[in-house]
């Protein structure tokens, strides 16, 4: 939808003229925003609830004694007598001094799995890390629910997020483009875009869910098929761990790119919905 043309008074090349287009509804980006502050507080509660035992495994079965341990991150004497942090990832360990398994000053270290400045509280306080991260994991799930909806019922989804063939078959280009960072500002995603975008929002956020549940004895009680599933309690906890970092790689990139394609119209258009885009390609936008 076009409603205004570029307010530059000097005729511009054919193919260099501009419009506003309206590229983001109000369900997106409310629903954007809310998973962004959501997500912080998720991440840096979990990290406190998971240094409450920091340790993950497959199957069911948890403890020092047992041979499924995944990954771990706790203080270890090496052999020269010295304590220090170590993670260990499938039988591999390093060190990790500093950051995991011990941090803080020299004098006076944490022997925790994440640093202080990850986690909240930054203290160690189970309790208060569980009350935070329920209270946004609701909000989360909700804002999914609302954003899932609307993006059905407005077409968003199908449109925008859903890649299509011709995006598969795009997608050699558009690594190149994005190696390059040379972005087409025609309102559109382009196929990286959808595929990522799709894969967080249709395989990571529901897979977070859905292993944040598992983990709750009140819903194995309601939905002991969703132990089943995933194949007991700890490898749900271990999947919802993995999702996180996903998450995390997601954000890293997705600041880069807003960054790299411009972010002043990239941020208005994701606050107010309107977006600076290349004038022949108008018939494109959502
Ligand atoms: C963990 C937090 C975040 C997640 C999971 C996330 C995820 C997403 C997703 C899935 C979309 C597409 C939404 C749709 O079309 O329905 C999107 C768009 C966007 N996000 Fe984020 N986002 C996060 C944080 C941020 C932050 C902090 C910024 C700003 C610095 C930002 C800037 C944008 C912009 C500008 C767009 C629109 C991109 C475009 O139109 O090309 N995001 N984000």
Redesign the pocket.
């Known amino acids: 939808m076009t409603i205004m043309d570029d307010i530059e008074s000097r005729p511009a090349p054919q193919n260099d003229e501009k419009t506003i287009i309206y590229?983001?509804r109000i369900a997106?980006r409310i629903?954007?925003w809310i998973?962004?502050i959501t997500?912080?507080f998720l991440l840096l509660s979990g990290l406190q609830i998971f240094n409450a035992h920091p340790q993950l495994y497959i199957g069911n079965q948890s403890g020092f004694e047992f041979e499924n341990s995944v990954l771990s991150m706790r203080a270890m004497q090496a052999a020269d007598g010295t304590v220090g942090g170590y993670t260990t990832v499938l039988g591999h360990s390093f060190d990790t001094t500093g950051v995991f398994g011990m941090s803080g000053p020299a004098g006076n270290p944490s022997y925790r799995g994440f640093p202080a400045w990850a986690t909240l509280p930054s203290y160690q306080d189970l309790a208060t890390g569980r009350v935070i991260h329920f209270f946004f994991a609701w909000l989360f799930s909700a804002a999914f629910l609302v954003?899932f909806a609307s993006?059905l019922i407005s077409g968003?989804l199908t449109r925008?997020?859903l890649p299509s063939v011709a995006d598969i078959r795009s997608l050699p280009r558009s690594i190149v483009d994005h190696l390059r960072f040379r972005f087409h500002h025609d309102g559109r995603?382009n196929g990286l875009?959808k595929l990522?975008?799709a894969g967080?929002?249709l395989v990571i956020f529901p897979l977070i869910i859905a292993t944040g549940l598992t983990m709750s004895p009140g819903m194995n009680a309601a939905w002991p098929w969703l132990l089943d599933i995933f194949g007991g309690r700890q490898t749900a906890r271990t999947i919802h761990f993995l999702c996180m970092a996903a998450?995390v790689a997601?954000?890293v990139i997705?600041?880069l790119m807003?960054i790299a394609?411009g972010?002043l119209n990239?941020?208005r258009?994701?606050i107010t919905g309107w977006?600076r885009a290349d004038k022949k390609n108008e018939e494109h936008s959502a």
């Open positions: 590229r983001h997106t629903t954007h998973w962004a997500l912080f954003w993006s968003h925008d997020i995603y875009q990522a975008y967080v929002l998450l997601f954000f997705h600041i807003v394609a972010p990239e941020m258009s994701i977006y």
